[in-house]
C-alpha cells in the first residue's frame, strides 16, 4: 500500500518557539494532504487540506498564521507550529491522497507528539 | 447534533465474543463510508470500506444503511489483538475527499 512518512515522531519544546512537522509521501504522487490534530481520548479533527502548489484551505476555528502550511511539491507538505504554546500540546498527524489511488482512501503519517513547555 | 456519531464505549468483552459497534451520520448527502481502527498513540488505519450490499473480511462484517443513514460493524471470535478504538469515518460530495471522523467506540477484549 501507498506509504506516508511524518517527521518527528515526537518534539518538545520551549513556549514561543516553532516547530516545523514534515509529511513526505514514499511511492505516490499525493496531490491533496491533511492535517489534523488529536487530543486526548478525542477524535481527530480535520485543521487543513493542502493541494500541491495551492494555499491551504483552514477548517473554521483555525488560525492560518499560527498553523503555516507548505505542500510544495508532490510528495512533501509541512505543517509548522509558530510560537507554540502549551495549549498547542497534541498529536497532529498528516494524510495523503494522490494519482493512482483508491478515491476517497487516505493514508496516514504515524503522527507526531507535540508537547510545549 | 455531531455529523458522524458513535457507541460511547468502552466495550470490554472476552476473547470470543461477537461485538457490534452502531454509527450514525446526519448528513444525506454522504458519499463514502469506511471504519478505521486506531491502536493507542499511533495513527488511524484504515479497517475497512462500507457498501450498501454490505461487505465481509474475515471476522469483520460491515453494513450500511442508506435510509436510516447507519453504519455497523460486526466483529466475531475477537481476539486480543482487536482491542483498539474504531472509528466510523465518512466523506461527502463535493468537499476534496475530506474525512469526518466519528469520536471512536473502544474495544477492550480481555482474557
Given amino acids: 500500500g501507498a506509504v506516508v512518512s511524518q517527521h518527528p515522531s515526537w518534539v518538545i519544546c520551549k513556549s514561543g518557539t516553532s516547530v516545523k512537522i514534515e509529511c513526505r509521501s514514499l511511492d505516490f504522487q499525493a496531490t491533496t494532504m491533511f492535517w489534523y490534530r488529536q487530543f486526548p481520548k478525542k477524535s481527530l479533527m480535520l485543521m487543513a487540506t493542502s493541494n500541491e502548489g495551492s494555499k491551504a484551505t483552514y477548517e473554521q476555528g483555525v488560525e492560518k498564521d499560527k498553523f503555516l502550511i507548505n505542500h510544495a511539491s508532490l510528495t512533501l507538505s509541512t505543517l509548522t507550529v509558530t510560537s507554540a504554546h502549551p495549549e498547542d500540546s497534541s498529536f497532529y498527524i498528516c494524510s495523503a491522497s494522490g494519482f493512482g489511488l483508491a478515491k476517497n482512501i487516505q493514508y496516514f503519517g504515524a503522527g507526531t507528539r507535540l508537547s510545549v513547555l | ?111
Fill in chain 2, 1 to 111: 447534533r455531531k455529523e458522524v456519531e458513535q457507541d460511547p464505549g468502552p466495550f470490554n468483552v472476552p476473547e470470543g465474543a461477537t461485538v457490534a459497534f452502531n454509527c450514525t451520520y446526519s448528513n444525506s448527502a454522504s458519499q463514502s463510508f469506511f471504519w478505521y481502527r486506531q491502536d493507542c498513540r499511533k495513527e488511524p488505519k484504515l479497517l475497512m470500506s462500507v457498501y450498501s450490499s454490505g461487505n465481509e473480511d474475515g471476522r469483520f462484517t460491515a453494513q450500511l444503511n442508506r435510509a436510516s443513514q447507519y453504519i455497523s460493524l460486526l466483529i466475531r471470535d475477537s481476539k486480543l489483538s482487536d482491542s483498539a478504538t474504531y472509528l466510523c469515518v465518512v466523506t461527502q460530495y463535493n468537499q476534496g475527499g475530506k474525512l469526518i471522523f466519528g469520536q471512536g467506540t473502544e474495544l477492550s477484549v480481555k482474557p
